[in-house]
C-alpha cells in the first residue's frame, strides 16, 4: 500500500525484476568489454571485425540474451496476466514504443513506451463510444504512422550520415 494507492504484491516484484533487469542491460551494454564488442558490431561490422571482434561470437551472445530477456519477460507477464491468446498483441506494442523513442535510445524506448501506454488508456477511455471496435488497439499504430511523417528517428533517435 502506497499512500492511497494500493499495488498487489505481484506488480511490485515485476517492476522491481523489470528495473534491475534495465540497470544490468544498460551497465552491460556501457560499461563491459563484451557490450561495448556487440554496439561496435552493431554499428559497423566491418570496422569491428578489423579491430579483431569476432561478429559470430557477438550475433551469437546478441541472440542469447535476447532469448534470455524474453524468458524473463515471459515469465513476469505470466505471473501477472496468466497465459493466453492475446499475449502476444503485447510483444508488437514494443514497436510504437521503440519507434517513438528512437531504435538507438533506451530512455528513449523507456518513454516511448510510457506514452503508448498512457496513448492506448486515453484512446480507450474517450474514443471507443465514437468509433467502436478497437481504437484502443489501433491507437499506437496509428500514431507511430504519423509521427514517423514528422520526426522520422523518434524522440531521441539521430541519423546516421555515411561520409564516403
Same mark, same amino acid.
Request: glycine share 12%.
Given at each position: ?10 506488480y ?47 550475433? $551469437?551472445?546478441?541472440?542469447? %540474451? $535476447? ?10 507477464? *505470466? ?9 502476444g ?6 514497436l510504437?514504443?521503440?519507434?517513438l @523513442? ?9 518513454? @516511448? ?19 467502436? *471496435? @478497437? ?10 504512422? %504519423? ?6 528517428? *523518434? ?10
Open positions: 500500500k502506497l499512500g492511497f494507492l494500493v499495488i498487489g504484491r505481484v511490485l516484484w515485476s517492476f522491481v525484476a523489470a528495473m534491475i533487469l534495465l540497470v544490468l542491460f544498460v551497465s552491460f551494454f556501457k560499461y563491459t568489454r563484451w557490450g561495448l564488442a556487440m554496439q561496435a558490431t552493431a554499428d559497423d561490422e566491418m570496422a569491428a571485425v578489423s579491430l579483431g571482434i569476432s561478429a559470430r561470437f557477438v550475433y $551469437a551472445a546478441a541472440w542469447s %540474451i $535476447a532469448f534470455m530477456a524474453a524468458g524473463v519477460g515471459g515469465t513476469l507477464l *505470466g505471473n501477472i496476466n496468466g497465459l493466453n491468446i492475446s499475449v498483441y503485447l510483444s508488437l506494442l514494443v510504437p514504443a521503440v519507434v @523513442g528512437g531504435l538507438n535510445s533506451v530512455p528513449g524506448a523507456i518513454v @516511448g513506451g510510457i506514452v503508448i501506454g498512457i496513448l492506448q488508456n486515453l484512446s480507450g477511455t474517450y474514443l471507443d463510444r465514437y468509433f467502436p *471496435g @478497437g481504437v484502443r488497439e489501433v491507437a499506437p499504430f496509428l500514431f507511430m504512422t %504519423i509521427f514517423l511523417l514528422f520526426k522520422p528517428f *523518434g524522440l531521441w533517435g539521430w541519423e546516421r550520415i555515411e561520409r564516403v
